[in-house]
């Protein structure tokens, strides 16, 4: 049956919609303005039956989304209010269908409104139930407060896009538009969402007044078909276009010929007026097949920008970046330095990669207590570092290597030069050559600058001696091994 807050219907009624209000405010300081109005500002309180709290959203989508992602928290959050409920169970309102409360969190006293006045407020929102808040953030996706210019590690790599995004991002309101559109384009997790992130933050902080709109491509088609089912097309449209920066990341997921078109005409009108606008795809324009040959002609004749592979000082400076920030947590927090070298070596798909094996690190170490090493990150890893195959290692590979590591050139190290800054990663390279290849001890001095064998014996005798009596050494080599093995 239902629960009752008061005796009478009526103050039941109010009674569930006065904790429901209280659970707004909750949602809203959990997760921020831009999360609760994205996602959660048109969740109803309906009913609560056999500890069981029934909700409403207008769409599948939003139900769909509300369960994936928050629903855990919803229950936390609603059990402060309504500490009997068990579980909460969302449901789709039938099109048309009144709500039974608008919930405003600023209001706690808000009262049940009569349909004209539901109406009424729906106007005041904008046509199209858009919010029309200074800053545009009410159909806009989700911010990620981490996703900052301090936050990301710029490099060779994606020096240009970076350049650019923070250009935009400077370039006042009233101030000539640099370049327009602004097309990153590149693989996944590779930094164009963090640049999409940081501009709008950016000019939210330093120009609270501008209408920033940050979405995804997935959610302009929301909004297009919502707007098109409610026949509220003509709010869809201006409010669209009252946009002073328009941010749409994803492109290439833009499906749709009528959503196609309205999106071309919404891009025409933002640009022939002066206002931002700033795409990201995985794609240059010209491979984006799925759009017409008018639209792939106006993104590309703005500045088109292509953000690289990462090399790998850019993937140790992000390492570095992101354990620094786990070290905000976890002040005891120690990854040894070969390690992150070890994992900038072997992790070179993306970024998002990168910080992904790290957090992995990271989580071990806070729930197992584990000491970082080499072996360590490798087995935890084992699914994202690329092998090399069985045999196929080569001396050149291991002369780069060991270059590297020591900061020591290919010259120097076939050179007759005995420093012994030269010396050791010398003998370190004799050694890992006869380790992991095939090759005779000849062939390994001829490779290592017309050498006899005895001198190669001597450099893997002196370095398996060493290898008992200097840690520092048995980690330099166990983190070279790890590098040419995996």
């Known amino acids: 049956m239902r629960a009752t807050a008061v005796a009478d219907d009526g103050g039941q009624e109010k009674g569930l919609d006065a904790a429901w209000n209280k659970v707004a405010q909750r949602m809203r300081a959990e997760f921020g303005d831009d999360i609760y109005s994205s996602w959660f500002a048109r969740m109803e309180i309906a009913d609560v039956i056999d500890e069981i709290l029934i909700v409403s959203v207008p769409t599948r989508f939003l139900r769909t989304w509300i369960n994936a992602h928050y629903i855990d928290r919803v229950i936390a959050l609603s059990r402060k209010e309504l500490p009997k409920i068990k579980r909460i169970d969302i449901r789709v309102r039938p099109r048309g269908e009144p709500v039974a409360q608008k919930c405003d969190p600023q209001d706690p006293q808000a009262q049940v409104k009569s349909p004209l006045v539901r109406n009424q407020s729906a106007v005041q929102r904008g046509s199209g139930g858009f919010a029309t808040t200074g800053t545009g953030d009410g159909q806009g996706s989700p911010l990620d407060h981490n996703m900052t210019f301090d936050g990301f590690v710029a490099g060779p790599s994606n ?8 250009r935009i991002s400077d370039t006042r309101a009233d101030a000539p538009i640099p ?3 602004l097309y990153i384009h590149s693989k996944a997790g590779m930094g164009k969402t963090h640049l999409l992130h940081a501009i709008s933050w950016h000019i939210k902080k330093n120009e609270p007044q501008r209408k920033v709109l940050y979405l995804t491509a997935e959610r302009f088609m929301y909004h297009f078909v919502l707007a098109l089912n409610s026949k509220e097309m003509l709010g869809f449209k201006d409010h669209f276009r009252a946009i002073d920066v328009l941010l749409i990341d994803d492109l290439q997921f833009l499906q749709g010929k009528f959503i196609q078109q309205e999106f071309y005409h919404t891009f025409n009108s933002l640009v022939d007026n002066n206002r931002q606008v700033v795409v990201a795809a995985d794609m240059p324009p010209s491979e984006l097949d ?3 040959a008018r639209m792939r002609s106006r993104l590309a004749g703005g500045l088109v920008v292509d953000i690289g592979p990462t090399d790998f000082d850019l993937r140790v400076g992000i390492l570095n970046a992101r ?18 070298e070890y994992i900038a070596h072997r992790v070179t798909r993306s970024g998002r990669e990168l ?5 992995r690190l990271v989580a071990n170490y806070e729930l197992v207590e584990s000491v970082m090493s080499v072996d360590l990150a490798g087995r935890i890893l084992k699914d994202l570092i690329k092998s090399s195959p069985q045999g196929r290692i080569r001396i050149d590979d291991i002369l780069r290597s060991v270059g590297k590591h020591y900061n020591v050139t290919r010259a120097d190290l076939l050179s007759p030069r005995r420093a012994r800054s030269i010396v050791r990663p010398r003998q370190v390279g004799m050694y ?8 005779s001890l000849p062939e390994i001095g001829r490779r290592f600058g017309g050498r006899d ?16 009596l200097d840690d520092k050494l048995a980690r330099d080599v166990e983190f070279l091994r790890g590098i040419l093995e995996q």
């Open 159 to 166: 020096e240009l896009a970076f350049a650019a995004a923070k």
């Open 179 to 181: 370049f327009n559109p």
């Open 355 to 359: 910080e992904g094996a790290l957090t």
């Open 323 to 340: 354990l620094a920030e786990a070290k905000k947590r976890y002040p005891n927090l120690t990854v040894p330095t070969e390690v992150i």
């Open 432 to 439: 890992l050559a006869k380790q992991l290849t095939s090759r």
């Open 453 to 468: 064998h005895t001198t190669v014996l001597h450099a893997v005798r002196k370095i398996e001696e060493l290898l008992q």
């Open 290 to 292: 799925s759009l017409d």
